[in-house]
């Protein structure tokens, strides 16, 4: 589901690229969009580190993330990280984060606490 889900961001920066001066209108698609819309190249766009090159969308199972995300903050000698997702399903996305904290070792902020008492 996680590489599933990369198609997001792939589509929305698809969409981006085809909107040119109406770009303030694009919206992020679902993964089924995403999917549909998007070239052959575009869905193949790597999400880790292939050959040496950093890629621009970072997704996989939470080890997968953890293991990129860290090689690329030593290479890059950054002492944090920010994620920004483009899941277009808040709930989808509240998981996805969850996922990532918990691959990182992390407590859930109150935000996601206080959600996921109330699943």
């Known amino acids: 589901m996680g590489l599933h889900l990369a198609d997001s961001p792939k589509g929305y ?4 690229g085809r909107a040119g001066r109406a770009a303030g209108s694009v919206m992020v698609p679902t993964p089924d969009e995403a999917a549909r819309e998007m070239t052959e190249a575009q869905k193949a766009e790597p999400t880790s580190i292939t050959g040496g090159r950093w890629p ?5 199972g939470p080890d997968e993330v953890r ?13 944090e990280i920010m994620v920004q997702d483009l899941i277009a399903d808040p709930d989808v996305r509240r998981h996805s984060h969850e996922l990532l904290a918990q691959a990182f070792g992390l407590e859930p902020g109150p935000a996601v606490r206080s ?3 109330r699943i």
């Open 13 to 16: 920066y698809a969409r981006l």
């Open 56 to 60: 621009r969308f970072v997704a996989g």
């Open 67 to 79: 293991a990129t995300l860290e090689q690329m903050a030593a290479e890059s000698c950054a002492d």
């Open 115 to 117: 959600q996921s008492s």
